[in-house]
């Protein structure tokens, strides 16, 4: 990479790099394909590893391979959909050392971080914080505060936020082009920050999934456009948006009778309804024509396929 290297990392055999298989009928398949790689980062002596959820999402087979080059089989521990994390472990032994679990509060932007992925040297850049601010993903998402860096590393998924303590601040998730950095655009990586992970690992550990009642899920793909429009772009089949009748091209105009402009706006509208479950009413507008729906709200779990979840 033309990034400037990093000269001391004692983190790099703390990485690992995963390939997973996804069933071509999993809801996730259309979206984010079949064969899925990128990295992790051991968290604990039990072999516990922290990846980017999407990476193993409805796994069917889980492929571990430490930095010396060993590789084992592996199988999700769990998955939290309000983070984006995954959490897997090798089935066999995978020996290694850990990272420490740091905080991505420390950070500042202009700050100096490392960005690494398993595989040596050529996975390990310097990085500048470039941004901390709200993240929303048209995938029903959105996090506080994620942190946003640059120059981009050329393989994120799942890669390793590290501060200057050599602590894990948060894991890739995306590289976003056209991000306004001090009045220019530019291409940076976006990082979800640690931080969401550690109040849930145990619960994931024992449970598959965090313990809080699951937020309320449409099943659709929504677009902010720059005009403040937010389109829908994909609606998933026999899901809740689906039944209810919405379709692509429907731009939505207010949430239970309150405007939205903007995905964060609306996906909050529908969070603070209540749990999994409760009824959303979404007034769309459809070319000339504005509707009232009501989208009768579920747990999305229970439309993913368990995967390699043990």
Request: contains cysteine; charged residues 25%; negative net charge.
């Amino acid at each position: 990479m033309a990034s400037q290297i990093i000269r001391t990392r004692p983190y790099l055999d703390a990485m690992v790099s995963i390939k997973a298989h996804i069933p071509e009928d999993a809801l996730s398949a259309g979206i984010l394909g079949t064969e899925r790689s990128g990295h992790g980062a051991r968290i604990r002596a039990d072999g516990l590893i922290a990846t980017i959820g999407y990476l193993v999402h409805e796994a069917e087979t889980v492929w571990i391979r430490a930095n010396n080059g060993a590789t084992v089989p592996g199988f999700v521990v769990g998955y939290d959909f309000d983070s984006g994390f995954g959490l897997v472990k090798p089935s066999m032994a995978l020996e290694g050392p850990t990272l420490e679990l740091g905080t991505a509060a420390t950070l500042t932007v202009g700050d100096k971080v490392t960005v690494a992925g398993c595989g040596g040297t050529d996975q390990v850049i310097t990085a500048e914080v470039v941004a901390k601010e709200e993240f929303a993903g048209r995938w029903e998402y959105v996090i506080d505060e994620a942190v946003f860096t640059t120059p981009p590393h050329e393989s994120w998924s799942g890669a390793a936020l590290i501060d200057g303590r050599n602590r894990l601040c948060g894991l890739g998730s995306l590289v976003i082009q056209g991000f306004e950095v001090r009045g220019a655009r530019q291409t940076v990586n976006m990082f979800v920050p640690i931080d969401l992970l550690a109040p849930i690992i145990d619960d994931i550990c024992e449970h598959g999934r965090r313990r809080t009642p699951p937020r309320p899920w449409l099943g659709v793909l929504v677009n902010e456009d720059q005009n403040d429009q937010l389109m829908i772009v994909g609606v998933y089949r026999n899901c809740p948006a689906d039944r209810a009748g919405l379709r692509p091209g429907d731009v939505i105009v207010r949430v239970n009778d309150e405007p939205v402009s903007t995905l964060a706006e609306m996906f909050r509208n529908v969070w603070k309804l209540g749990s999994a479950g409760v009824e959303v009413p979404i007034r769309v507008r459809r070319e000339a024509e504005t509707l009232d729906k009501i989208v009768e709200s579920d747990d999305r779990a229970v439309f993913q396929r368990i995967g390699t979840v043990q």
